[in-house]
């Protein structure tokens, strides 16, 4: 998995002495806020690939995500945190709970997303969090594609900004990618001089199977009605060259849910949302992996997994 760095122009990042080993701008990002405020999508229009999954659904992003950006003058360690959630009650929350807060102090920044026009209870609860990090904390005010007229914008930046000493407040639009282009400039000036942490052709350090499994779980999620909103995994239990035919990959998920009745529903009538699912998700796998993928997916029933800390470990909730 290779990817050149590039700049927004998708010219790529021009060779300097500092890759040869000097001294760079290099520390860690991370990505807080609510569920829903864009900071997957964020993630993966600063990086031009898709990294971190997203759907219009909280609770897309259950694990720590780390996404590289590399320039001549800074490597920046982008960490896509799931949300921090009001709801302490079931175990997949506290664990989420857990990997978010412990990232915010052991970041050199900390990068705060809201929404336009919106600052709710729970964009206050963040924001103590942050606070309690002590790290310089920068606003990125998401979503300003749908503010209409753009004068409610000022107001919204005037209300916000006594809110905390935010080192800048940064309008942008992750989906149009607005405002983007200064970014990671005003976050490398946060960070401290250092070689590399990570090779420069670098982009995730997510392993290639995770990958695989959030691509069949981003493609459920975008088809399934709210009445799943926690009780899927995708377990890759195989991953691997074709005997048959060589060159083709073949991936082998499971689909785990938490009921018979969640079972039928992902099935769909005459199986037609799991070929749906299937279909969808082995295309962007072919992109993904640049070949072509052969998908097999099953569904199985495993009560309470999300619940259960034990599950939790066994598929790879680690903490
Ligand atoms: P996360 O939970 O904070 O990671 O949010 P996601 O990145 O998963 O995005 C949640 C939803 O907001 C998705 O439907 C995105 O397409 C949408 N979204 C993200 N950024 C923008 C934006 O700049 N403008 C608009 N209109 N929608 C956005
Ligand atoms: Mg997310």
Not at 156 to 167: G, R, S
Not at 176 to 186: A, F, Q, T, V, Y
Not at 284 to 300: A, S
Request: hydrophobic share 40%; glycine share 6%; with cysteine.
């Amino acid at each position: 998995m290779t990817s050149e760095p590039q700049d927004e122009t998708g010219a790529p990042a021009r060779a300097t002495p500092a890759e040869e080993g000097g001294d760079r701008h290099c520390g860690f990002a991370a990505l807080a806020g609510r569920p829903n405020v864009g900071k997957s999508t964020l993630l993966n229009a600063l990086l031009g690939r898709k990294v971190s999954i997203v759907s219009p659904k909280p609770q897309t992003t259950r694990t720590r995500i780390h996404g590289v950006l590399t320039r001549p003058d800074m490597q920046i360690v982008f960490v896509d945190l799931p949300g921090i959630h009001a709801n302490q009650t079931r175990a997949m929350n506290r664990y989420m709970n857990r990997t978010a807060l412990s990232s915010l102090a052991d970041s050199d920044v900390n990068l705060m997303v809201v929404e336009a026009l919106r600052w709710t209870d729970e964009d206050e609860r963040v924001l103590d969090e942050l606070k309690r990090a002590a790290r310089p904390i920068l606003l990125l005010v998401n979503k300003v594609d749908r503010v209409h007229p753009k004068e409610r914008l000022f107001q919204y930046l005037a209300d916000v900004a006594p809110k905390a000493a935010f080192a800048e407040l940064v309008p942008i639009s992750a989906t149009r990618r607005s405002g983007l282009n200064r970014l990671p400039e005003l976050i490398a000036r946060h960070l401290p001089l250092s070689p590399l942490l990570f090779p420069a052709d670098q982009v995730t350090d997510a392993p290639e199977r995770f990958m695989a499994a959030e691509i069949v779980r981003e493609k459920l999620m975008l088809r399934l009605q709210e009445e799943l909103p926690y009780g899927i995994f995708v377990e890759i239990e195989g991953m691997g060259e074709s005997e048959d035919e060589p060159g083709k990959l073949v991936v082998q998920a499971v689909i785990w849910v938490e009921r018979t009745g969640q079972k039928s529903i992902v099935i769909g009538k005459a199986g037609e949302r799991l070929k749906e699912i299937g279909r969808a998700a082995r295309l962007e796998l072919n992109r993904h992996f640049g070949r072509h993928v052969h998908l097999e997916l099953w569904v199985k029933v495993k009560e309470g997994w999300s619940d259960d800390e034990n599950a939790l470990r066994k598929f790879g909730y680690e903490s």
